[in-house]
């Protein structure tokens, strides 16, 4: 069972996390489908399945994050990463310059989204751009070689300010919402 995909993905999160509100050295609980649990590990478990696979996972992370408790009600499972595991994410990985970047732009009052493009641009010029029609988001944006990373970045224009979540490309899939 390859461990890794689902652990950088809770570090990616803690990063994103501590590059909007800043570092503290305090517990962080993260929430995951079923679903997209199974995309990172490829598989198919059913939630009895994925608890037995989520203790495995847990003795691979305790070295970095400590001691993660893994909670669930129904096909929706809480992740609660202990302090220690805050405080690695700070002192033990790179920056993410991108995430730092973008989450500048977009929380400075009057962000347009050729401003957010501009950051996009920054980083490489093969961006995907599409402007979507479904309600939920207004565009969506990524790299379309996967670097710096391979997350969907859903935009929603709400004058004067942008929000954005960040998918998998499995569960922006499992969104339905391609056009």
């Given at each position: 069972?390859?461990?890794?995909?689902?652990?950088?993905?809770?570090?990616?999160?803690?990063?994103?996390?501590?590059?909007?509100?800043?570092?503290?050295?305090?517990?962080?609980?993260?929430?995951?489908?079923?679903?997209?649990?199974?995309?990172?590990?490829?598989?198919?478990?059913?939630?009895?399945?994925?608890?037995?696979?989520?203790?495995?996972?847990?003795?691979?992370?305790?070295?970095?994050?400590?001691?993660?408790?893994?909670?669930?009600?129904?096909?929706?499972?809480?992740?609660?990463?202990?302090?220690?595991?805050?405080?690695?994410?700070?002192?033990?990985?790179?920056?993410?310059?991108?995430?730092?970047?973008?989450?500048?732009?977009?929380s400075?009052?009057?962000?347009?989204?050729?401003?957010?493009?501009?950051?996009?641009?920054?980083y490489?010029?093969q961006?995907?751009?599409?402007?979507?029609?479904?309600?939920?988001?207004?565009?969506?944006?990524?790299?379309?070689?996967?670097?710096?990373?391979?997350?969907?970045?859903?935009?929603?224009?709400?004058?004067?300010?942008?929000?954005?979540?960040?998918?998998?490309?499995?569960?922006?899939?499992?969104?339905?919402?391609?056009?």
């Open positions: 069972m390859n461990c890794e995909p689902l652990e950088n993905n809770l570090i990616d999160i803690i990063k994103e996390e501590q590059a909007k509100l800043g570092y503290q050295k305090e517990r962080i609980r993260l929430y995951y489908p079923l679903s997209s649990l199974n995309h990172f590990f490829k598989s198919n478990y059913n939630v009895h399945e994925m608890k037995d696979c989520l203790k495995e996972f847990c003795s691979f992370v305790s070295p970095r994050l400590g001691a993660v408790d893994i909670s669930n009600k129904g096909e929706r499972f809480c992740f609660s990463i202990p302090e220690t595991g805050s405080e690695y994410v700070h002192e033990h990985t790179e920056e993410n310059e991108f995430i730092h970047t973008l989450v500048k732009v977009v400075r009052h009057g962000c347009s989204m050729e401003d957010i493009l501009a950051v996009f641009h920054q490489s010029q961006v995907h751009i599409e402007e979507v029609h479904h309600g939920e988001f207004d565009y969506l944006v990524y790299f379309e070689q996967g670097e710096p990373d391979t997350y969907r970045y859903c935009f929603h224009i709400e004058e004067p300010h942008i929000i954005y979540h960040r998918y998998l490309p499995e569960d922006y899939q499992d969104l339905g919402l391609e056009q």
